[in-house]
């Protein structure tokens, strides 16, 4: 079995959440006092394409291993956690969306150098990783249980608990690396970790 087939299968269900949320996030920026949500939107669809088209059909169905998922990630990335500060406190939305964009651009060259040249068996790698996928989302975790404990809306809490787990799922994956284990299992463990991220942050929007 192709290797790359867990990661694929994972990697595609990862997508098909953020598709639904930026879905949802697009029907509310409708609404005016909403409109930081279409910037959620449109990181989601990349973010999805980054998992659906990179992980899913490039790797697992085609068997190419090239990282043009790394950029579509970091920019996805960096629109979500922006628009979700901005739903907060626009001030702080700047300031964090100013800093991901700058670890987005370390992440994106970084990431792109390491996987060409040690398919991502290094400390640059690991560094980039665990920089933006790992301390920058614990960061937003952070700023959003703190809206939580002074607003008392649940979904704060939600927001907190899905940016946890998904930096967790990087650094699962960087861990595993380091000990040793192929990308594919490290991914294989990594991406249905983050789904678990996108599924409490589904609920965050839906249900809390």
Do not use: Q
């Not at 949802?24 to 449109?42: K, T, V």
């Not at 979700?84 to 150098?113: P, Q, R, W």
């Not at 060409?116 to 249980?145: E, M, N, Q």
């Not at 940016?163 to 699962?172: E, H, P, S, V, W």
Request: charged letters at 10%.
């Amino acid at each position: 079995m192709n290797g790359w087939f867990l990661v694929g299968a994972f990697g595609a269900g990862v997508g098909i959440v953020e598709l639904i949320l930026a879905y949802i996030a697009y029907r509310a920026s409708r609404n005016p006092p909403l409109s930081a949500l279409r910037y959620f939107a449109y990181g989601m669809v990349i973010l999805a394409i980054s998992h659906i088209f990179c992980k899913a059909i490039m790797k697992a169905t085609l068997g190419l291993y090239y990282p043009w998922g790394v950029p579509l990630k970091a920019l996805g990335l960096t629109l979500v956690i922006y628009s979700i500060m901005a739903l907060v406190n626009e001030k702080v939305a700047k300031n964090i969306g100013t800093l991901a964009a700058v670890l987005g651009v370390i992440f994106t060259i970084g990431s792109m150098y390491s996987l060409l040249t040690t398919k991502g068996r290094d400390w640059i790698f690991a560094s980039v990783h665990v920089l933006f996928l790992t301390l920058l989302p614990w960061y937003v975790a952070y700023l959003s249980y703190k809206v939580y404990k002074e607003s008392g809306d649940k979904s704060g809490l939600y927001v907190a608990a899905a940016f946890g787990i998904y930096g967790l799922a990087t650094l699962l994956n960087v861990a595993l690396l380091a000990s040793g284990f192929p990308m594919t299992v490290s991914m294989s463990i990594a991406v249905p970790t983050r789904l678990i991220a996108e599924i409490v942050l589904l609920y965050a929007f839906i249900g809390a």
